[in-house]
């Protein structure tokens, strides 16, 4: 198989880790007989300063030309004086809606999961993380109030703003069916979150939820609400296998999910739309404090690109093997900096790379 990936290596650590992700695919094309070819393309403040905004239009091209994208990360350090006074649009956040919203991608599969040896990172009670953390945030990507209509004006109280919750029922059947579809393939299980007791898109979300759940009648789906779906991720998280919920509480709820589980260099993530052309990508930003150190973790964007295989490509035997070589290192009791603990064997972020490909 020939594959054409658009690589989106961005700022700060992003270079470091996309490299990781690109050695392992080396590795995967070497052993099963396929041809990765990777194009480097610019998003972010290296796309700033290079072109002065933050996803020019060719990287945007590139990527529909691609049959996938892997994306590093992007961001600056606060006060970063190359994008401190830039206005919203241009900030390098701006890319990363930009580039979901022109590919496509409406969903985020944000898979948050307790590996078994690094269960003494997870900072709940040690009852808690014994039962098991293993569920996927379906995230709702191109709707809501990150793209709804915002704004400013003056009122008696002064100047106001304001931001805009909308969704409408197609958007939420299709991401409802991602999560049903999902389920199936894994322990049946669909709790969708919303805040239903006072927002009216809330409850037509709910609605709709449940009309879809119809065409689903081997999958078990309940009704949560989001203040309480926060407090049970640390009471009682081995209670979730499938989450779906809007843009704006699925950005909360995953990375509260990803704390849980330990380390936020372990969990990778997926973005698709109706095409097999996904957005592949480590769930954290680009850690400027750590960035040029070579301190990073490069497994999740490594566990990324074996999503990639799977989701896109088709290659599940291949993401296989990249997730059993992740999981034979952390064995081996190889730890980079982000997820050490005494008695460990502490690698560089190349090193663990290194690691994970000879076990391929
Ligand atoms: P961050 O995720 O970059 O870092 C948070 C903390 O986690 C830092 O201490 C960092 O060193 C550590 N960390 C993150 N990834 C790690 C890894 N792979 N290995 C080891 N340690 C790791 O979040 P932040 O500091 O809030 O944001 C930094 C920049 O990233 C900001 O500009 C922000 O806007 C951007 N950001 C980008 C994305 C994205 O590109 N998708 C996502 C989140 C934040």
């Not at 690109?22 to 094309?29: D, E, N, Q, R, T």
């Not at 931001?163 to 049946?188: H, P, S």
Request: hydrophobic fraction near 40%.
């Amino acid at each position: 198989m020939k594959k054409h990936i658009a690589v989106l290596a961005g700022d700060g650590i992003g270079p470091e880790i996309t490299d990781g992700a690109i050695a392992v695919l080396k590795k995967i094309g070497e052993k099963y007989g396929h041809e990765f070819e990777f194009e480097h393309l610019l998003m972010g403040v290296c796309a700033i300063e290079e072109t002065g905004e933050p996803l020019p239009q060719y990287t945007i091209d590139r990527c529909l030309a691609s049959d996938s994208v892997l994306l590093g990360a992007v961001g600056g350090a606060v006060g970063d004086p190359r994008i401190n006074n830039l206005p919203g649009h241009l900030r390098p956040e701006a890319g990363l809606l930009k580039i979901r919203a022109a590919l496509g991608l409406y969903s985020n599969l944000r898979p948050a999961k307790l590996f078994p040896a690094l269960a003494g990172a997870c900072p709940l009670r040690a009852d808690i993380a014994a039962k098991g953390i293993d569920l996927v945030v379906v995230r709702e990507l191109t709707g809501g109030i990150y793209f709804g209509e915002r704004g400013r004006g003056q009122s008696e109280g002064g100047e106001y703003a304001y931001d805009t919750e909308k969704y409408n029922v197609e958007e939420i059947t299709r991401i409802a069916k991602i999560a049903f579809e999902l389920a199936q393939k894994r322990k049946k299980k669909v709790i969708s979150i919303d805040k239903a007791n006072v927002l009216e898109s809330s409850r037509l979300w709910r609605e709709i939820v449940h009309t879809v759940a119809k065409d689903y009648p081997d999958v078990e789906v309940t009704d949560m609400l989001v203040d309480n779906a926060a407090m049970q991720l640390v009471k009682n998280p081995a209670q979730f296998d499938v989450v779906v919920t809007s843009n704006i509480f699925g950005d909360i709820l995953s990375d509260e999910a990803a704390m849980i589980t330990g380390s936020i260099g372990m969990l990778a993530s997926s973005s698709l739309g109706a095409t097999k052309r996904g957005l592949y990508e480590p769930i954290h930003g680009s850690a400027p404090d750590i960035a040029g150190k070579d301190l990073a973790n490069p497994i999740a964007t490594i566990l990324s690109a074996a999503m990639m295989l799977r989701d896109s490509f088709d290659l599940g035997k291949e993401a296989e093997a990249v997730e059993q070589a992740v999981n034979k290192v952390l064995d081996e009791g190889y730890r980079t900096a982000d997820i050490f603990s005494e008695g460990k064997t502490l690698v560089k972020g190349s090193e663990m790379t290194k690691l994970i490909v000879d076990r391929i």
